[in-house]
T-cell receptor, first 114, second 113 residues
Framework: DGGITQSPKYLFRKEGQNVTLSCEQNLNHDAMYWYRQDPGQGLRLIYYSQIVNDFQKGDIAEGYSVSREKKESFPLTVTSAQKNPTAFYLC?????????????FGEGSWLTVV | ELKVEQNPLFLSMQEGKNYTIYCNYSTTSDRLYWYRQDPGKSLESLFVLLSNGAVKQEGRLMASLDTKARLSTLHITAAVHDLSATYFCAVLNYGGSQGNLIFGKGTKLSVKP
């Protein structure tokens, strides 16, 4: 089945550590996105990518980094510079950015700082 | 900067009743999305509204878009318990560092017997 796979589902990070969240899609979508959701809040955009080898900062990119070396993969690294990383992270994709097509979401990853 | 406001943020309904969730946005856009989220889960796409006057219905949910008023509504007819979830609207933003989809804070719906 086509879809977006995020891993791990749950991740614990120690202070000062970098962690990487995986996002893989087999929908042949050009555009991919990372969102952060805090409890009781909407989603805020961290980074997005319109095409392979290109990505742009979203509204809250500080303390995060991404890469887009393959069309199907868009991993997110939460660095030690991110002071409050505990949140629910959602990866999404769409055929193209601004196309107005449905944007599909993965199942999400819970990150907790211990 | 595009801002999206939903109201109400919390809604407790009796089964069988009707209600409407409102989504207002601050700048011009012609694409609006409605999503459903169950606790601890991802977002499920409900509707994509692509033009002024668009109306879409699925089961007990009906969504509409008025781009001139910058308003979308999600109407719930004869609510049932299975509709209990958080509903988000999101507006397509053309350009800027906010990216392409700006979300409201969500409406947490609880349907009681």
């Amino acid at each position: 089945d086509g879809g977006i796979t995020q891993s791990p589902k749950y991740l614990f990070r120690k202070e000062g550590q970098n962690v990487t969240l995986s996002c893989e899609q087999n929908l042949n979508h050009d555009a991919m996105y990372w969102y952060r959701q805090d409890p009781g809040q909407g989603l805020r955009l961290i980074y997005y990518s319109q095409i392979v080898n290109d990505f742009q900062k979203g509204d809250i990119a500080e303390g995060y980094s991404v890469s887009r070396e393959k069309k199907e993969s868009f991993p997110l690294t939460v660095t030690s510079a991110q002071k409050n990383p505990t949140a629910f992270y959602l990866c999404a994709s769409s055929i193209r950015q601004y196309s107005g097509n449905t944007i599909y979401f993965g199942e999400g990853s819970w990150l907790t700082v211990v | 900067e595009l801002k999206v406001e939903q109201n109400p943020l919390f809604l407790s309904m009796q089964e069988g009743k009707n209600y409407t969730i409102y989504c207002n946005y601050s700048t011009t856009s012609d694409r609006l999305y409605w999503y459903r989220q169950d606790p601890g889960k991802s977002l499920e796409s409900l509707f994509v509204l692509l033009s002024n006057g668009a109306v879409k219905q699925e089961g007990r949910l009906m969504a509409s878009l008025d781009t001139k008023a910058r308003l979308s509504t999600l109407h719930i007819t004869a609510a049932v318990h299975d509709l209990s979830a958080t509903y988000f609207c999101a507006v397509l933003n053309y350009g800027g560092s906010q990216g392409n989809l700006i979300f409201g804070k969500g409406t947490k719906l609880s349907v009681k017997p």
